[in-house]
Each structure stands twice: as C-alpha cells, then as structure tokens.
C-alpha cells in the first residue's frame, strides 16, 4: 500500500499517515501535504461526553491495581479472571500507540500521532508528564510524514531555545527501540559528554524507566545504564543444566550514543539517528560531512531503511552554524532531485519562537501570540492568566537591549520570528554594524503599507533624461 497519492487540485502528492490506509482531511504544513486519518465517530473521540469548555488533552492514569505490577511474569502470576479484566485495558493502549488517538480540544476533533500520545501519556520527562502543546502537535506530524515518506531520511528542526525537542526525541526513541528487532538506534550531540548525560542518561533511560510493564521488553544490564539499553536476553551462566543461551522473546535492539565524530557510526546499520544541536558542532567535527556519511546507515541501495532527528538552534555561523545552514538549505521539501528527494533527504521544520514559548499557552495547548482584548481573560496551562502576546513579551525583550547591538542580536538567535533570524551571524568582528543594519530591517518589515514597491516601471513621460 503506497503512503504517496495524487491529490485533485495539487502538484505534489499527499502523504498518508495513517497506519491503516485511511484518508481524512488534506493538510498543509512546512512545504508537506499531509493526509490524516479519517476522523472517526463522535462517541469515539476522547472527551465527547464533557463540555465545550472543558474539552482539553488530560492525561488518564493507568488502573491503581495495574500500578502495583513491575514485570510481565508478575502478571502472569495474576489469576486468570485479573488478567481478562485489564486485557482490553491493556490492548486499547497498544492500538493507541499504533495509531494515534483523536480527542476533542474545546471542541475541535483533534488528531495526534502514536508517537504524540505516548509522549503525554507515558513519558515522564523532568517536569512529570508532558502537557499538550499546539507546536509540537506540528512537529510530531512532520515527524510521522517523513517516517512515512519512503523518499525522506528523516526530520530537521531550526528551532528556539526551550522548545522541548530533545525531550521529543529522547520519548521518541524509547518508543521505537520498545517495539523493533535486531535494531540500533544511535545518539549524537556537540559533544560525547551531552550526548552520554544530558540524553541518554538523563532522558532516554529515565523515560523508559517509567514505562509500564506492558510496554517494558526484556532488558540486559543495569536499570542504570551509562553505555547503551539493550533490549536483549540478559547474560546467563552456563552450568551442566544450562548449556545454552536462551534469547526468548527478547528484541535485540539497542539505544546507544557515540562521541563527536564526523564517522561516528560509519559501517553501521541504524534504524533510526538522533542527532542533538546540529547547528552547534565545531571544528574539526562539520555537521554536513556528517551526515553525508551517516545517511550511508540509513540506506540499502535505494531503499531508506532508517531514520533521522535532527534539531537544533544556530551557533555562529564561524562556530557550526554555517554547515548547519548548509544543510538546512539542502532540506527544502520543495526542491527535489529527479528520485523525488531533497539534496539533504531530509524534510525541514521551522515554527517561530512565539509560537513555542513557556508561558504563553492557554489550557487547551494553542500559544498567546497576540495580545488579549482588555476585557478577555485567559489562564494558562500553568495556571498563571495571560496578560500580553508571546511577540509582544518578545519584542520587549529586544527592545530592552536596543543599546546593546550583540546582545540583542544574541536574543533574536535564540528566540527567532523567522528562518532568516534564526540563521543570524555573530556581529562580532564586522567592519559594519550589523546589530544597526538588522535593527532597520525590522523597523522596514513593520512598516505599513511597505513604502518599498517592487516591479517593472516605466516613465510616464518618454525621454525623461
């Protein structure tokens, strides 16, 4: 069953996201044609039986007698009439997982991925459990595009500051290793020590230790890993009555992580590469030559046998962001070669930073980009009322270092309103100045109408000179 169909009235083919075929309603996002699933029955949409108002993603804790249970042979040990009362219970979850779940968000039918749910059900990061958020809506469908699309590598996001990505990712790759088999999965950031603590021990062990026993596969070594999770049977002694080893049902997949290299993972085989800060490695590492040859484990052939997570904010352009904007450059949706792919195979993701910052979502997840009407009151997902639009709390803060040329430039980096901001050089060392050449660029795109009108003009009069 293909996942690319043609769709009246456009160029570009759609893709189908749902795992079991269906197609609903056509959606645009970043340069993609997304094609969700079709929308089921109201009765079958979570929270259809409360009201308009109180229609938000509320997380549905697991059984208090399920709780108790640590292991898959604990619940064998039940008796059979506890496991046939919790058996649905425990496949909804599974069917939850594969394909995606629908609730009503104040009233509008919304969809998330398997990958979403599972992130805000059954992923504790830091903060507890993840609250829904609009934005990550957003990335979690261009996520599950480009899995689904056999022509893409995977995703890259230039994003802001505090955006929750790794988080995302960390989830993501727990998911993924959980399920597959005779599978690796790697992790890179802009150094080893990011990558090992900050990621892999931090978040990625951490999320699948929280998981329930139902989604927890056999596991080899500590609870505690520092190397790798490996999702294999453990290693037993061999004695007179135990001559062989016994894999069971074990997956042999394994999430680890590798120092910062340009060939960290050459000669591998991976299913799925997660490399964290992209925009952020340093000579003698380049984040291109990197992943010219890291996309070689993700291919056979032709074919694209794994997938890439690739995220980051911009360094300066002398220090990673320059390779960085190189691929970003390569990664347009909407400039492909002759087999359909972009120069980089990835599919890019921008989504401004008033668009993605704390502090600003109401309850029902959708950021507070403008300011409120006086007599409109909003609380938001914090509990905390929403006085003033993301932009304006952004704007204020650049206008608060209109003195300062580097550190505004600084601030604007690393809370973009767009592609070209994000990609924004250090003015540091120029013969010009830049934080000056930027601030009368800003002042030239808020004016209104434009004063700058371009085209084609003649003289109204012939013979003018």
Not at 263 to 277: F, P, R, S, V
Request: overall charge neutral; charged content about 30%.
């Amino acid at each position: 069953m293909s996942v690319l169909i043609d769709i009246e009235g456009y160029e570009d083919q759609g893709i189908k996201i749902d795992p079991d075929g269906s197609t609903g309603d056509v959606i645009e996002l970043h340069g993609l044609l997304l094609v969700l699933p079709k929308k089921p029955p109201r009765s079958k949409i979570l929270f259809h039986d409360q009201p308009k108002k109180l229609q938000m993603w509320k997380r549905i804790p697991m059984p208090e007698e399920l709780q108790r249970l640590r292991s898959m042979d604990e619940w064998h040990e039940k008796p059979g009439e506890f496991r046939k009362k919790f058996s649905a219970y425990i496949e909804e979850e599974f069917q939850r997982r594969r394909n995606g779940v629908w609730f009503y968000n104040n009233g509008i039918p919304t969809y998330i991925t398997g990958r979403h749910y599972m992130f805000l059900q059954w992923s504790k990061i830091d903060i507890g459990y993840p609250q829904f958020l609009q934005f990550q809506r957003e990335i979690f469908l261009h996520m599950l595009a480009c899995e689904s699309d056999p022509r893409c590598f995977g995703q890259l996001y230039t994003k802001c500051r505090r955006s929750g990505y790794t988080n995302v990712c960390s989830s993501v790759l727990v998911d993924e290793a959980t399920q597959v088999k005779e599978k690796l999965l790697g992790i890179q950031s802009k150094t080893g020590k990011d990558a090992q603590e900050n990621i892999f021990m931090k978040k990625v062990v951490s999320i699948f230790r929280g998981y329930p026993f139902f989604f927890k596969p056999i596991q080899d070594g500590t609870t505690n890993p520092r190397m790798e999770l490996a999702f294999r049977e453990p290693s037993k002694r061999i004695t007179k009555n135990n001559k062989t080893s016994y894999r069971g049902d074990a997956l042999n997949s394994t999430i680890n992580w590798k120092n910062t290299t340009n060939n960290a993972y050459d000669g591998e085989k991976l299913h799925m590469l997660y490399l964290d800060e992209a925009g952020k490695w340093e000579k003698p590492t380049d984040i291109r030559e990197a992943w010219r040859v890291e996309r070689t484990c993700l291919i056979v052939g032709k074919k694209i046998v794994g997938k890439a997570l690739v995220g980051s904010t911009v360094n300066p352009m002398n220090k990673g962001g320059e390779e960085y904007k190189g691929l970003w450059q390569d990664s347009d949706p909407e400039q492909r070669n002759a087999n359909g792919r972009t120069r980089s195979g990835l599919y890019r993701i921008f989504i401004p930073a008033y668009d993605a910052l704390e502090g600003f979502f109401d309850v029902y997840g959708q950021s507070v980009v403008e300011d409120p009407p006086e007599n409109v009151h909003i609380h938001g997902i914090d509990g905390e009322p929403i006085t003033e639009g993301s932009k304006t709390y952004l704007k204020n803060d650049r206008r608060s270092f209109k003195d300062d040329p580097s550190e505004l430039n600084e601030v604007v980096r690393q809370f973009p309103f767009t592609e070209d901001e994000a990609f924004r050089d250090s003015i540091e060392g120029s013969l010009f100045n830049i934080g000056k050449i930027y601030q009368q660029i800003e002042h030239n795109e808020e004016l209104f109408p434009n004063p700058v009108v371009r085209g084609n003009f003649i003289w109204k009069k012939k013979n003018k000179y």
